[in-house]
Antibody
Framework: QVQLVQSGSEVKKPGASVKVSCKAS????????IHWVRQAPGQGLEWMGR????????NYAQNFQGRVTMTRDTSITTAYMELRSLTSDDTALYYC?????????WGQGTLVTVSS | DIQMTQSPSTLSASVGDRVTITCRAS??????LAWYQQKPGKAPKLLIY???SLESGVPSRFSGSGSGTEFTLTISSLQPDDFATYYC??????????FGGGTKVEI
């Protein structure tokens, strides 16, 4: 079955960067976009962007332009999301999800905590 | 960007109640709307896609309707497992997805 497994929790200091991975299995990795969505504590869902694993082409949400980079490694069917210049406002659960007829399924989430 | 306005933000209901949640888009999105259920600490679970198509394995008490700018999610008879937060999501363009603010269904 289609599965997305994300890397573990991270604790970062303000100003640092974080790179979250999303390992895909159960389908042809290069056939479906991967999206990234985050959720701050007690808040709603915020779309960050997506990557085409076949070409590496990306679309980023305006709020993250210039601060986020999405990449992939097709040899290990893994997508990555790197967020730079972290502040406490970036403390959140970060999810990856596959684009098919909809955005589903989702990874289990990676908690990123930004604290001095 | 297309803005999604979801209402109400909180809904108090009882087991057996019929529950309706509304989502409005700032411009027409045809039927490119999905509904998700989320429980604390868990990833969102897809319930409805393309406005009214029930995802496989989702109970038939969930239904979706609407097109253009107005959409509804209905739970015909609320069950204990349905107390959760619900989000609408537009995917008129997969390159600029947006979510509604969420509706928490509580007792």
């Amino acid at each position: 079955q289609v599965q997305l497994v994300q890397s573990g929790s991270e604790v970062k200091k303000p100003g640092a960067s974080v790179k979250v991975s999303c390992k895909a299995s159960g389908y042809t990795f290069t056939a479906s976009y991967i999206h990234w969505v985050r959720q701050a504590p007690g808040q709603g869902l915020e779309w960050m962007g997506r990557i085409n694993p076949n070409t590496g082409a990306t679309n980023y949400a305006q709020n993250f332009q210039g601060r986020v980079t999405m990449t992939r490694d097709t040899s290990i069917t893994t997508a990555y999301m790197e967020l730079r210049s972290l502040t406490s406002d970036d403390t959140a659960l970060y999810y990856c999800a596959r684009e098919d007829y909809c955005i589903d399924p989702w990874g289990q989430g990676t908690l990123v905590t930004v604290s001095s | 960007d297309i803005q999604m306005t979801q209402s109400p933000s909180t809904l108090s209901a009882s087991v057996g109640d019929r529950v309706t949640i509304t989502c409005r888009a700032s411009q027409s999105i045809s039927s490119w709307l999905a509904w998700y259920q989320q429980k604390p600490g868990k990833a969102p679970k897809l319930l409805i896609y393309k406005a009214s198509s029930l995802e496989s394995g989702v109970p038939s008490r969930f239904s979706g309707s609407g097109s253009g700018t107005e959409f509804t999610l209905t739970i015909s008879s609320l069950q204990p497992d349905d107390f959760a937060t619900y989000y609408c999501q537009q995917y008129n363009s997969y390159s600029q997805i947006t979510f509604g603010g969420g509706t928490k269904v509580e007792i």
